[in-house]
């Protein structure tokens, strides 16, 4: 698709529906018309505005390597990584700890999945909410603690089976990479730092230098499109992947259903956040997918259908699942829809197979 005529066709697509729309909405507001020949022109110079901007995908060969065989209905377990260990298989171990990174190593996981926090003196550490309630027996925002306060405090507190681990600190990105690394596990690494987009691309980049085997082994990944267009805009080899769910720029929580969600917003925030959410779907799969380069996309499991699988496939990119611990969830998306799961849990429930096929 990226060569010849297939080539030529996707821009003028991308570009086509970018005019369209454009035009309705001068329409809409001025009453414009104009003439065929107008908008051939308008469309051939987008052609030429998106070739300059837009980020091919890294090559196919390096994209490969980071994401394994693609999946697909029946293929058995060894030919595919279906399980990913999010936030390293949180239930499992207290949460994107060092410790819960080993564990999920002696279970079998081949792909990590975890985020990037900031502390006060902007320290790249292993974190994912913005406050450290949730996990630790601290209070506050994450980046309100300094660094070696963060250092004290325990992810083993809280945690379910924190009574088998004696202390769980915050691990340190590069510390965390570095083990990555060394157990030879592949990685996502998930950036929510959207306030600081410099930085955050700026520690991304450093590790790539430090690490030179990541290019073949990592997805950065984002709820945030102008994140990961900085970053490959940078360095186009990074294999990048959008993170999306429903109702993510209006509602905090989202678990499937309306009861679950908790609004950000009120009032006229709230109603302009839900028009950016019914928006966005439509945007990313038309055009900041193109735009950006993306590889995958991290979805969440109430999004994934055979359908939506299919689309994305048709376009090059993989569909990965979130956040998925029920067996019957995992059997169902690994063995009928053909999708990697990302779950907070490694432990088995066999006979999988044997569930869906009785």
Not at 59 to 85: K, M
Not at 154 to 162: D, E, Q, S, V
Not at 267 to 279: P, Q, R, Y
Request: include cysteine.
């Amino acid at each position: 698709m990226e060569g010849g005529l297939g080539w030529l066709m996707l821009y003028t697509r991308v570009c086509g529906l970018s005019w369209i729309l454009v035009y309705l909405a001068l329409s809409l507001v001025l009453g414009l018309m104009t003439h065929i020949t107008l908008h051939l022109m308008i469309v051939g110079l987008m052609i030429c505005l998106v070739s300059y901007f837009r980020l091919p995908p890294p090559n196919p060969t390096i994209v490969r390597q980071v994401l394994g065989t693609d999946p697909a209905p029946g293929l058995p377990d060894s030919a595919v990584d279906w399980l990913i260990a999010h936030r390293a298989a949180c239930l499992d171990a207290p949460e994107n700890s060092i410790e819960a990174l080993r564990l999920a190593a002696k279970n079998g996981a081949k792909i990590i999945e975890f985020d990037v926090s900031f502390t006060s003196c902007m320290s790249p550490v292993v974190f994912h909410d913005d406050t450290v309630d949730r996990v630790t027996q601290a209070t506050g925002h994450i980046s309100s603690h300094t660094h070696s306060n963060l250092k004290k405090l325990n992810l083993a507190t809280k945690h379910p089976l924190g009574s088998s681990f004696e202390f769980s600190g915050i691990p340190d990105l590069e510390e965390f990479v570095a083990e990555c690394m060394k157990l030879n596990m592949k990685m996502i690494i998930d950036l929510k730092t959207y306030e600081v987009p410099e930085e955050t691309i700026s520690v991304i980049l450093n590790l790539y230098k430090k690490f030179p085997g990541m290019k073949s082994c990592t997805m950065v990944t984002s709820f945030f499109p102008h994140l990961l267009y900085q970053l490959r805009r940078k360095d186009p080899e990074i294999v990048c992947s959008l993170s999306y769910r429903p109702h993510f720029f209006a509602f905090s929580t989202y678990e499937g259903t309306n009861v679950s969600m908790k609004p950000r917003f009120s009032g006229f925030m709230l109603h302009t956040a839900n028009l950016v959410d019914i928006l966005f779907p439509w945007f990313l799969e038309n055009f900041i997918w193109f735009f950006v380069g993306l590889s995958a996309v991290l979805v969440h499991k109430a999004v994934v259908t055979h359908q939506y699988v299919s689309d994305w496939r048709r376009k090059g990119v993989r569909v990965m699942a979130w956040t998925v611990n029920d067996p019957l969830e995992k059997a169902f998306l690994i063995h009928t829809v053909g999708v990697q799961c990302l779950t907070d849990t490694l432990e088995k429930v066999k006979p999988d197979q044997w569930v869906l096929k009785d």
